[in-house]
């Protein structure tokens, strides 16, 4: 069976889907790799480098695709929906496509992918059960976007995150808060913890707070009543307006004494819930930074331009950052490597793919099989749209 790894054609995308060290694994089972020559260049991974782990090298993109049994991609159709329209040509059908395909959002993709008669799994679904955590790459790259948004409130804050006791004087640390403390809201509160920072953090669910404590944060405790604030697969749910409401009031003097937000909630396919608004911005002090990492979801504030970094009146900035994992793309495509391949061999029995309809893990992330759209989530959405 040939696995195709064609470039990542995504604006600023320098990630690959598969990195060299994982050939003689994938090899072990009986698969073989054809590259697209550069594919892994901008993640730091030589052409040379899969060659002597026994990857098969082309110049042409057509012959990935009109070779390959399956296709793994960082940012397939959907996830890609402007430039991946230039591989729809290229589908086969009966060929098998493994990467992030936001089919919740991009239904439209979906379909297109159906047209095409192909079979689709979307990584983004990979449910949060114990024997897919190695596949969850999901959860992969919120790790690294929440190390970056550390680093990239550090750098625009004026001043420094750790306490320093000087000549010149004993220099108090940063505050930082973190709301929301999944997978990115734990890697920035353990980052700003070792850039010296106090830090704060608040999640809709109690049941984190022992996490916050165990890095040395202080959870903060605000007097509301979420529910049931998680989906079966262990994905945040969108929660009621007049909950976010709510909770936006009590927030509002917790973020006068911060000099750092990293904002993170976000829900699969839907809006990024409001949870900062430009009247919570008023109260804190000139130089303060948020940074938004539901950007590419619209944004946590109201004031978050996705992309850009908007100054408040006051004097607030607010960073919204795109594609944070693909600025560390050597880690970001070496962590995505082990998930999707560690995916596709939960998939390969005897060197041959199969579909087992009873498997969760094949369930939750089956979007299309031989031409038709099978995951009810996105018929629902095609439905609805």
Do not use: W
């Not at 260049?41 to 390959?68: P, V």
């Not at 550390?150 to 930082?176: D, K």
């Not at 529910?227 to 409401?245: H, I, P, S, V």
């Not at 000139?286 to 619209?298: F, I, Q, T, W």
Request: hydrophobic share 45%; aromatic share 4%; proline share 5%.
């Amino acid at each position: 069976m040939l696995i195709g790894i064609p470039k990542e054609t995504f604006p600023g995308e320098s990630r690959v889907s598969l990195a060299p060290a994982t050939l003689p694994v994938l090899k072990k089972a009986g698969l073989q790799v054809l590259l697209e020559s550069g594919a892994g260049a901008t993640a730091g991974f030589s052409d040379s480098g899969y060659l002597d782990r026994g990857a098969e090298l082309t110049d042409s993109r057509d012959e990935i695709f009109a070779r390959s049994d399956v296709v793994l991609q960082v940012r397939g159709l959907g996830a890609n929906p402007e430039k991946g329209l230039a591989d729809v040509p290229r589908l086969k059908a009966g060929s098998v496509h493994i990467g992030f395909l936001d089919p919740l959002a991009e239904t439209e993709s979906a379909r297109k992918l159906a047209e095409a008669g192909v079979t689709a799994f979307a990584m983004e679904l990979i449910p949060r059960i114990s024997r897919a955590q190695s596949m969850d790459a999901l959860s992969s790259m919120a790790t690294i976007a929440g190390y970056k948004a550390v680093l990239l409130a550090a750098e625009s804050l004026p001043r420094m995150f750790p306490m320093l006791m000087t000549a010149a004087g004993t220099i108090s640390p940063a505050r930082v808060f973190v709301v929301g403390v999944g997978v990115a809201g734990l890697q920035a509160i353990a980052t700003a913890r070792r850039l010296g920072a106090v830090v704060r953090a608040y999640d809709v669910r109690p049941a984190v707070k022992e996490q916050v404590e165990s890095l040395g944060a202080k959870f903060v405790e605000l007097p509301l009543e979420a529910g049931d604030a998680e989906d079966k697969g262990g994905y945040a749910k969108r929660l009621e307006d007049d909950f976010y409401r709510r909770q936006r009031e009590m927030m509002t003097e917790v973020l006068t004494e911060c000099d750092a937000v990293i904002t993170t909630a976000a829900v699969p396919g839907k809006r990024a819930p409001i949870l900062v608004t430009k009247a919570m911005l008023e109260g804190m002090a000139p130089g303060s930074v948020l940074v938004d990492l539901a950007a590419e979801r619209g944004g946590n504030c109201d004031q978050t331009r996705p992309g850009e970094t908007a100054v408040t009146e006051n004097g607030v900035r607010i960073l919204g950052p795109l594609n944070l994992p693909a600025t560390v793309p050597y880690h970001a495509s070496q962590m995505y490597s082990k998930n999707v391949s560690t995916f596709l061999l939960h998939l390969v029995k005897d060197g041959q793919l199969g579909i087992d309809d009873a498997d969760e893990i094949v369930c939750e992330t089956l979007i299309v099989r031989n031409g038709v759209i099978v995951h009810p989530l996105v018929k629902e959405a095609l439905q609805a749209g």
